[in-house]
């Protein structure tokens, strides 16, 4: 079992920028691919980025260029580095595990363990 848990949110103007931080418990951290999700109202959980084991990245192509995520082993957290802040960004992020050795999934139902999220409000 893994618990996470998001922080970092709040509120910023457009072309700000925020790091969240995202906490596992458990010794199997290194073991997880982790990915960042977010869901803006009325609206589905969508991909933002993920990071293997072996910290190979991906990211959706309406962040790349200006999200960044990382992963530190030995705290047991991932981050995920927003710059350039747009009000689209508006959304609560999720950070999310994903247990197998299969590469990086884009789909919500892929991931085993998932935070509560935090707000990230982008004002124009």
């Known amino acids: 079992q893994v618990q996470l848990v998001e922080s970092g949110g709040g509120l910023v103007q457009a072309g700000g920028s925020l790091r969240l931080s995202c906490a596992a418990s458990?010794?199997?951290?290194?073991?997880?691919?982790m990915g960042w999700f977010r869901q803006a109202p009325g609206k589905e959980r969508e991909f933002v980025a993920a990071?293997?084991?072996?910290?190979?990245?991906y990211y959706a192509e309406s962040v790349k260029g200006r999200f960044a995520i990382s992963r530190d082993n030995a705290k047991n957290t991932v981050y995920l580095q927003m710059n350039n802040l747009k009000p689209e960004d508006t959304a609560v992020y999720y950070c999310?595990?994903?247990?197998?050795?299969?590469?990086?999934?884009?789909?919500?139902?892929?991931?085993?363990?998932w935070g509560q999220g935090t707000q990230v409000t982008v004002s124009s």
């Open positions: 999310a595990a994903d247990r197998r050795y299969s590469g990086i999934s884009v789909y919500t139902y892929t991931y085993n363990y």
């Open positions: 458990g010794r199997t951290f290194s073991s997880y691919t």
């Open positions: 990071i293997t084991q072996s910290s190979s990245t």
